[in-house]
């Protein structure tokens, strides 16, 4: 069975920093772009970023390019996020997701993990 | 930054079907992503390549695209399906995934 679960989310003070990890299990890690996506409390669905498979291509939200950081451990199978210099409007359930599209101009996610809560407050 | 318009809500009476609309520019052109979403759960995949269904996804959900506008239609809609529903494209212009602004389904 396919299955990603996140970790690493909590209360977090503004201008501080975290690291979120999500561990992947059911599938052939390397094989998929991974993808993090976030839903701040009771709002829609926002993209933050995307890594390939061996990492040779990474894209973000423009919101969060040069404050957040993604990488991955195809060893570990493992996918991480380094939010740096976190404001108040980056509170959200952070979801990793397995990208489907296998094409430049194609992607899709599915499945996605429980999340994990972000909260930025002082 | 590309936009994609969602109608804020939709009701729709149990065995009727609802259609549920992603509006943006010659989003024809793109490829459409719809995810069911119920409260507090994650996103679930309901259809992918504009009308393509996952395994285990009923025959139900369907969806289209052409134009400025792609479509998520939802037939004989049963209480199960009441939900947030988004659809997504990848901008290729400014390599980002896009989101719609999401619709609440409501069954009467």
């Known amino acids: 069975e396919v299955q990603l679960v996140e970790s690493g989310g909590g209360l977090v003070e503004p201008g501080g920093s975290l690291r979120l990890s999500c561990a992947a299990s059911g599938f052939t890690f390397s094989a998929y772009s991974m993808n993090w996506v976030r839903q701040a409390p009771g709002k829609g669905l926002e993209w933050v970023s995307c890594i390939s498979g061996f990492s040779d291509f990474i894209y973000y939200a423009d919101s969060m390019k040069g404050r957040f950081t993604i990488s991955r451990d195809n060893a570990k199978n493992s996918l991480y996020l380094q939010m740096n210099s976190l404001r108040a409007e980056d509170t959200a359930v952070y979801y990793c997701?397995?990208?489907?599209?296998?094409?430049?101009?194609?992607?899709?996610?599915?499945?996605w993990g429980q999340g994990t809560l972000v909260t930025v407050s002082s | 930054s590309y936009v994609l318009n969602q109608p804020p809500s939709v009701s729709v009476a149990p065995g009727k079907t609802a259609r549920i609309t992603c509006g943006g520019n010659?989003?024809?052109?793109?490829?459409v992503h719809w995810y069911q979403q119920k409260p507090g759960q994650a996103p679930v995949l309901v259809i992918y390549y504009d009308s393509d269904r996952p395994s285990g996804i009923p025959e139900r959900f369907s969806g289209s695209n052409s134009g400025n506008t792609a479509t998520l239609t939802i037939s004989r809609v049963e209480a199960g399906d009441e939900a947030d529903y988004y659809c997504q494209v990848w901008d290729r212009s400014f390599d980002e995934g896009v989101f719609g602004t999401g619709t609440k389904v409501t069954v009467l």
């Open positions: 997701a397995r990208d489907l599209g296998q094409q430049p101009n194609l992607h899709w996610f599915d499945p």
């Open positions: 010659n989003i024809g052109s793109k490829s």
